[in-house]
């Protein structure tokens, strides 16, 4: 059974007995009203009849009837058990009737109010017994006091009629009634019913409930449900995100690790099929064999090299993912920077090496890593030198409120401004740069990775054929170690 269903039942119920009850207590309530005051004029009727005793001037003795036995609309008659006498009103004799007469013994017991019906025509009789002053058989009579009630009981009978047509038809309008207002409230939870089924079938997220009703509990829930679908919609979206740049991750992985594998391969199996050639089989003299295993080896050993640091580098990244972080400590600036000047002068490089005065950075501290920041400059370093085949590489630093600036600035190729927003990304580089520059592009994303942690940022300046400008801002540490 449905919760509308369920529910509407319940209500119904409830208005069920609601009713029985206002219907008894309007049926009571009249009844007691009609009956009452007829119950109450008979009464007072049978109090004023008396017998008494009567003796004539002759000896002779008789019964007296004290009291009226003619009231308005009543029937009256009295029965005298010993003479056996009855003695009936005029409205008794018009209509020619006559009440049944209880046993003189069950008199007493049977007193009060009793229905009656004679001719088909219903009586409200109220009997008393009646005595007579100094007699010992008494009762002496039975009085019986009596009215019609046939209007009343018709009364009362449209009545019964009435509550009962009319509760059951109450109870009918309201149970269609809030079956349909059950329907109506319930159907908000329908649109949610389908909103799941359509996610549980389907990847679609974007779909919202539409609900323009009161925020009462059921706006409530379709505002919940929606916040969360919400939330799932940008948690699949980053999930997805997370898989596209894990499948371009591996397949760019791959692919750069099977052009060093590749070059290894070719240069083993050139090696393999030289040394085991036949002196006589071979036409190249022994310096020519060296000359050609040398350079193999040579060219094993590089891609051997550029696949440690891809492996290298793909690691750090690993542990950027899974969230690992590094210790920081308070790190001198001046030292670092003007070490990894000294450094840089030793990179394979075409271009010039031009340092700025490093001496404003004496006293200035940041927070973070010094094995890791070096990395960085490196990068940054070793990029720049990588893309300027002709010109001058610059390191300086500025300052702006509270944070430094490591600038790095070339001369060389640049870079359109649409590329700008990729070069951080894994494996990306400039299309013109592929297969010219060596490198694998996952420098520029470690570096990315390095400022972030340090809490800092980076700013590119670039302009295709005349350089391009790094400037990575760190937070400066206003209160410095004693030293």
Do not use: C
């Amino acid at each position: 059974m449905s919760i509308r269903l369920r529910l509407t039942a319940w209500y119904s119920g409830i208005l069920a007995v609601m009713l029985l009850a206002l219907s008894a207590a309007i049926y009571g309530f009249v009844y007691f009203n009609t009956y009452g005051d007829i119950k109450d004029r008979l009464k007072n009727q049978a109090s004023q009849i008396v017998l008494q005793p009567v003796t004539y001037l002759d000896g002779s003795s008789n019964i007296f009837v004290g009291g009226n036995l003619e009231g308005q609309n009543l029937f009256a008659q009295m029965y005298i058990y010993d003479i056996d006498k009855i003695i009936p009103n005029n409205n008794m004799k018009t209509f020619n009737l006559r009440f049944n007469v209880p046993e003189q013994e069950t008199i007493v017991s049977q007193q009060g109010f009793v229905r009656e019906s004679y001719d088909g025509n219903p009586f409200l009789i109220y009997q008393r017994p009646v005595d007579i002053p100094g007699y010992d058989g008494n009762p002496a009579a039975v009085l019986q006091m009596a009215a019609y009630t046939g209007e009343q009981d018709r009364l009362m009978l449209r009545l019964k009629n009435i509550l009962i047509v009319g509760s059951f038809a109450t109870l009918i309008a309201a149970f269609t009634f809030g079956l349909f207002l059950a329907r109506k409230a319930m159907s908000p939870i329908g649109k949610v019913i389908e909103a799941a089924n359509g996610i549980q079938t389907g990847t679609d997220l974007s779909s919202r409930i539409v609900y323009d009703g009161p925020q009462d509990e059921i706006g409530r829930l379709i505002q919940t449900v929606n916040s969360m679908l919400g939330r799932m919609e940008g948690f699949y979206t980053e999930l997805e995100d997370s898989y596209a740049t894990q499948r371009r991750f591996v397949s760019d992985a791959s692919h750069e690790l099977r052009t060093p594998l590749t070059t290894i391969r070719g240069n083993i199996d050139l090696l393999q099929k030289i040394w085991e050639m036949n002196p006589d089989e071979s036409r190249m003299s022994e310096a020519e064999i060296r000359q050609l295993s040398m350079e193999s080896v040579k060219d094993i050993a590089d891609e051997s090299k550029r696949m440690s640091r891809l492996v290298s580098d793909m690691l750090s990244l690993a542990r950027a993912d899974t969230g690992r972080t590094f210790e920081i400590e308070p790190v001198a600036l001046e030292p670092m920077m003007t070490e990894v000047a000294r450094r840089a002068s030793f990179l394979p490089r075409q271009a010039d090496w031009s340092v700025g005065d490093l001496s404003q950075l004496n006293g200035k501290y940041i927070l973070g890593n010094k094995d890791y920041l070096q990395q960085m400059m490196f990068i940054f370093i070793d990029n720049a030198f990588k893309y300027t085949p002709a010109g001058e590489v610059t390191l300086d630093a500025v300052f702006y409120q509270n944070q430094v600036g490591i600038r790095i600035a070339d001369t060389g190729i640049g870079m359109d401004k649409d590329e700008v927003p990729h070069i951080f990304d894994r494996f990306y580089r400039a299309d013109e740069s592929r297969g010219i520059t060596e490198g694998i592009g996952l420098g520029l994303s470690i570096a990315k990775w390095i400022i972030d942690e340090h809490g800092g940022s980076v700013e590119v300046v670039t302009r295709q054929g005349e350089g391009t400008t790094f400037v990575i801002w760190l937070p400066l540490l206003f209160a410095p170690p004693l030293e």
